[in-house]
């Protein structure tokens, strides 16, 4: 029996553009905002999405105000796509690498210590030597970007803890030490350190649920003698280092900080920092990779950089460069 001429294909069909320009209006939530980043109109990108929902035969997003949210079958096909365009940049990156031409854009996670005092000073040496190569690095709490690399919005992440998620590759960076931050005219100003029974009293400001900074201070209490975070006078969470600080200086408790965060606090002598008796609260680093994703000539270039960069100790900070 002959067979119909379009027996064994999807009535379903659409390109890679099409597929990019959805995923885009996904991730920023916007049309508009959607439409400034592939560099068209927003009418254009209302026409292609409404095309592309023609085709499917079926409505991928839901406009909730000025808010754009998939639909079930649009969460589907965002995730369905993700590996495709993955594919498509990896095959644009290894052509422009054949032929010589190191370019394109790569998008990466910072958590906040690595991502507002690290990172900045590595990019600009990353610049030097690929000058051609775009870097887009997007800063939030630990949990988030390990989030943003597992659905594909960032290729690369560094972040302040290591996650237990057996889908990501790890790779330590840079050393880390949590310091005590108090006021210059704080009782212990001028000591070396502070016992753990002396913690139980003090108001503390806390960072927001996600920071790798209070994932790893948690570990480090709870190893010593079980009490964790919970025990302690909690006066105030905060969502940025930058924040903590400046609650520290205006009183509002202490707070345990990356000693990377301190640089110009301590130059101008604003606060001190104090350790805690015992064992020293380190840690480091890490960069992150999805296991189950090819990484594109790009990402492969700046996870090396940023190895290259590991080898040769902890970057300058941001602080310490204005502090100079």
């Given at each position: 029996m002959r067979k119909g001429r379009n027996a064994g294909y999807s009535r379903i069909d659409f390109d890679?553009?099409?597929l990019e320009i959805f995923c885009k209006v996904v991730e920023m939530e916007s049309f508009s905002?959607?439409?400034?980043?592939?560099?068209?109109?927003?009418?254009?990108?209302?026409?292609?999405?409404?095309?592309l929902e023609r085709m499917v035969g079926t409505r991928l997003l839901d406009r909730l105000g000025r808010m754009v949210v998939p639909t079930r079958a649009g969460e589907r096909?965002?995730?369905?796509?993700?590996?495709?365009?993955?594919?498509?940049?990896?095959?644009?990156q290894d052509m422009e690498g054949f032929l010589g031409v190191q370019q394109g854009e790569l998008n990466l996670g910072g958590s906040t210590i690595p991502g507002e005092y690290l990172l900045p000073s590595v990019l600009g040496r990353f610049h030097d030597r690929f000058p051609a190569v775009g870097v887009r690095l997007e800063i939030a709490d630990s949990v988030r970007i390990q989030e943003g690399v597992l659905n594909g919005r960032y290729e690369l992440g560094v972040v302040g803890s290591r996650s237990r998620d057996s889908r990501l590759?790890?790779?330590?960076?840079?050393?880390?030490?949590l310091v005590l931050?108090?006021?210059?005219?704080?009782?212990?100003?001028?000591?070396e350190s502070v016992s753990r029974e002396e913690l139980f009293g003090e108001p503390f400001?806390?960072?927001?649920?996600?920071s790798g900074t209070q994932r790893t201070l948690e570990d480090h209490l709870r190893e010593a003698d079980g009490r964790g975070l919970?025990?302690?006078?909690?006066?105030?969470?905060?969502?940025?280092?930058?924040?903590?600080?400046?609650?520290?200086k205006a009183g509002l408790g202490v707070a345990f900080l990356s000693h990377h965060a301190l640089a110009t606090e301590t130059e101008q002598g604003t606060l001190e920092t104090v350790r805690l008796e015992g064992r020293r609260m380190v840690s480091d680093f890490f960069m992150i990779r999805d296991k189950r994703r090819t990484a594109s000539p790009l990402c492969r270039?700046?996870?090396?950089?940023?190895?290259?960069?590991?080898r040769g100790g902890a970057p300058e900070t941001r602080d310490s460069r204005s502090a100079t």
């Open positions: 890679l553009r099409q905002k959607a439409a400034s980043e592939v560099c068209l109109a927003q009418a254009s990108v209302s026409e292609r999405v409404a095309n096909l965002y995730q369905q796509a993700q590996p495709l365009l993955d594919m498509k940049r990896a095959v644009c590759i790890h790779e330590a960076l840079w050393g880390d030490e931050a108090v006021r210059a005219d704080h009782r212990w100003a001028g000591r400001i806390l960072r927001e649920e996600g919970d025990t302690l006078r909690v006066s105030a969470r905060l969502g940025t280092s930058t924040a903590v600080k400046e609650g520290v270039t700046m996870a090396s950089f940023l190895a290259e960069t590991a």
